[in-house]
């Protein structure tokens, strides 16, 4: 017998890490359209980008979750990027080879962690992330052979792994292209105009159309020959 | 040349995880008498025995660190734990097989996840925990092929893994009974009188006496045969 497929059996649960922007609001509707109930996570890590909280609430509502939950975690203090440290400039000037300085130390693992934590409360088996390894920003932890690597952590971590329970970490648009999770956002009925991409978009979640997420983002409907609902400042 | 041997040159930096407890009081010290510069990290994350933040201050002080943050988590939102939800009481009556209901969910992913985002921004390539597979509590987290797995992930996930630069995760402490341990730190000078242990320490730090955490350290100094300087409730 199926355990997914029963039409009497409630929706399994899954953890998605929301963050308001145009990729994790994508795999939001993935995991909704795959018939899992879904419990979003976004993390109060002392960004810059506050509107981007903003719209992680706006699109848990417009997508529908089972609940959506905000972690606060002092890292800010820790400084080393540009998106904790007011003193550290968010480069606007294109997208460069190597680690830019908007990298967060450690910061998939801290929230894939805060995930994992929440998850076993749940009694979820599926974590999501919505990392990309095509159109990133050379960060090291969107790889898929980081996520591999965090999934036999979660399995031998937790309690559900000592259970014999299987923890997945699914990254599923970890292999596409900006236009192409654009192009299946759109189908799914994602409705971008909710999300905030922009590194330094201000008060009222206008983006700046110069920092490496902005050009990743608005590149990504051209290609994808679909209108861009981005409201720039 | 000995990166690490020469007088003239600064000690190498390395994160150490201090809960307050007398595991982590122990690791502290094999840190300094190791010769690094340590850089104390300890997580409020809403754990009841709030006297055990206190006593990783004491202790901070007591051993030396170059310098001691606190980074505050509100995971005790996600319950699950007698240590994070007041409603699920902490058990008094002896160690059990299995992960007890004082298990916080991912608990160590958490903190070693904080952990490697300061080693990251301070350039540390080792990060101590002081977890324990002997006399623990039945925690999956404590394992030694869990802290392997952090490693391989902290290696993936990070700036230094990228660089080629190895980043360590180290338990000094993983195979030692808690009477060894006793031992190891009194022979390094801890004064475990500054120490917290206790699931349930009350404002004073004084402890239970009848809770995990309370047997298994009383079982240490009475097997290690040393005075025990745990002050009683």
Redesign the interface.
């Known amino acids: 017998m199926s355990r997914s497929s029963g039409p009497l059996l409630a929706p399994k649960p899954a953890v998605v890490l929301l963050s308001g922007g145009l990729d994790s609001a994508t795999v939001l509707a993935i995991v909704r359209a795959g018939g899992f109930a879904a419990y979003a996570l976004s993390i109060d890590y002392g960004q810059r980008h506050r509107a981007e909280l903003d719209a992680a609430a706006r699109v848990a509502q417009a997508i529908g979750v089972s609940e959506h ?1 905000v ?5 800010g ?4 990027s540009a998106l904790t440290d007011a003193s550290i400039a968010v480069p606007i000037d294109g997208v460069k080879p190597g ?1 830019p300085v908007t ?8 929230m ?3 995930a ?3 998850a ?2 749940l009694g979820a088996n599926d974590i999501f992330i919505g990392v990309n390894a095509i159109d990133y920003s050379g960060y ?2 969107c ?1 898929p ?2 996520i591999a ?2 999934e ?3 399995n ?4 559900a ?2 259970e014999g329970r299987a923890l997945h970490v699914r990254a599923p648009i970890v292999q596409l292209d900006k236009a192409q999770i654009i192009e299946l956002g759109t189908r799914l009925g994602v409705d971008y105009s909710a999300t905030v991409s922009c590194y330094q978009a201000d008060g009222q979640g206008r983006a700046c159309a110069r920092c490496d997420a902005c050009r990743l983002r608005r590149d990504g409907f051209v290609r994808a020959g679909l209108p861009d609902p981005t409201v720039y400042a």
Chains 1, 2 share one sequence.
């Open positions: 939950r972690v606060t975690v002092d890292v203090q820790f400084g080393g680690i990298y967060v130390p450690a910061r998939n693992t801290l894939l962690s805060l994992l934590g929440w076993e409360v090291p932890d790889r052979e980081y690597a965090f036999a952590l979660a031998l971590a937790t309690r792994g000592v």
